[in-house]
């Protein structure tokens, strides 16, 4: 079902030369706001009044900020923005999982062509999960994957990341006094239900497994996240916030250390010489080298365990001798494996293993003592499941950019 939007939701093109405060940290909003003449403490204590009404009330209007002085207000909305994406469609699965197209105007070349990534929000019974994308696009090309068939377009901004999760927290009520949509599609404990208000949240995690590799834009997803755990406003708790990684080694240990958020491996094969194939950077970080840094993810523990996910593609990586080889490859790691069935998309020559082949494979893998969900497809039928995510952006060559920065 594709829904008929209220696009007074959505901001215009962006009205040129306003700084986006979305995605700046609370010394960077104090910073700005002292660039404009403000005393440094009022601009410290404006920032944190800012901060609360933007993540969490979701206001994109100063005049809404009530214990700001109307003047001040408007001096704000002359020099600064709080846009967020615009909302191109909203699709709702027959399994009520929900797939947005959102599209972004870069603020610092308004005549550069606007990009449009998807996010998706998977709603089950005790919980509500935001997939949220990190690239326009994605450089790397694992062979099963839709996205990998877009060539980078280029990274998101932290408040392009942020965007996301206000506009789809937006969309699904979460805000204070936020009215939660009537269309069919499923949304975990309705608000008033009892609990407290983090259990009555629409959106409980955050997963950053959407477009793009996420370490290979690791400063600004970095920034967004530490935002979005940030306890005055959005508030997740970093442990129900997800980045997965198809293997960018370097990266691993500094997001332990420095994001402190559950990673998830994209593994999908146990032999380097397949995982060359499925996922390519395997041939720049193999497999003992993931492994090794799988090992030493800091806050490693049995309560936050790494995820391992594991695409089942028929006949290539769904044996009983890989699923033997996967358990002897994580031992002793703290680890959860989950197994994916293949979403086909337009064009892929992969299939998905049977459904025997999966419970054969899980049967192995749980014999050996691990938690291995076999994880529903979801949202297939409006091509919102795993690695079925792909926009139309297309990147333009370095003359036709410069001919539209000129
Ligand atoms: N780039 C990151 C984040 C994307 S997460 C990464 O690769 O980890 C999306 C997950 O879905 C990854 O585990 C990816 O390997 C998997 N995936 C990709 N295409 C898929 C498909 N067609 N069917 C099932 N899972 C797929
Ligand atoms: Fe990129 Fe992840 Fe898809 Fe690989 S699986 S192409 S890393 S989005």
């Not at 005393?39 to 933007?54: K, T």
């Amino acid at each position: 079902m594709t829904i008929a939007l209220d696009l007074s939701l959505a901001p215009r093109a962006a009205a040129p030369a306003k700084a986006a405060l979305v995605g700046l940290t609370r010394p960077e909003i104090a910073t700005a706001l002292a660039a404009t003449g403000l005393p440094e403490r009022e601009a410290r204590m404006r920032a944190g009044q800012l901060w609360n009404w933007i993540y969490h009330h979701g206001v994109t209007d100063f005049e809404r900020m009530t214990n700001i002085q109307k003047g001040v207000r408007a001096e704000l909305a002359e020099k600064f923005q709080l846009d967020r994406p615009e909302i191109v469609s909203e699709q709702v699965s027959s399994d009520g999982t929900r797939k947005w197209l959102f599209r972004f105007h870069d603020p610092k070349n308004p005549r550069l062509p606007p990009v449009e990534v998807e996010t998706v929000y998977i709603p089950e019974s005790d919980r509500g999960t935001l997939c949220v994308s990190s690239q326009v696009g994605c450089s790397l090309t694992c062979s099963f994957c839709h996205t990998g068939t877009q060539r980078l377009v280029r990274n998101l901004a932290a408040g392009e990341i942020l965007g996301q999760i206000l506009m789809a927290r937006e969309r699904l009520g979460d805000f204070p006094g936020g009215v939660r949509p009537d269309d069919g599609g499923l949304v975990p404990a309705p608000r008033g239900s009892g609990g407290s208000e983090g259990d009555s949240r629409a959106i409980t995690n955050v997963v950053m497994m959407g477009m793009g590799e996420p370490l290979y834009n690791y400063d600004n997803v970095k920034q967004a996240l530490l935002i979005a755990s940030d306890e005055a406003g959005i508030s997740l708790s970093k442990r129900r916030i997800t980045l997965s990684t198809s293997g960018v080694v370097p990266y691993i240990e500094p997001t332990g250390r420095e994001i402190g958020v559950m990673l998830a491996i994209s593994l999908h094969a146990v032999r380097n010489e397949l995982r060359d194939m499925l996922v390519p950077i395997n041939k720049k970080y193999p497999l003992e080298e993931l492994l090794a840094a799988c090992r030493a993810y800091p806050g490693l523990s049995n309560a936050r365990r790494i995820t391992f996910e594991y695409v089942m593609l028929k006949d290539i990586n769904d044996s009983d001798a890989d699923a033997r080889e996967l358990v002897r490859l994580l031992k002793n790691i703290p680890a959860k494996i989950n197994l994916i069935p293949f979403n086909p998309w337009p064009g892929t020559n992969y299939d998905c293993s049977s459904s025997e082949r999966i419970e054969r494979f899980a049967d192995i893998v749980n014999r050996a003592g691990y938690a291995s969900p076999v994880r529903t497809p979801r949202g297939r039928d409006i091509l919102a499941a795993c690695g079925q995510l792909r926009s139309e952006t297309e990147r333009l060559r370095k003359s036709e950019r410069e001919a539209l920065i000129a």
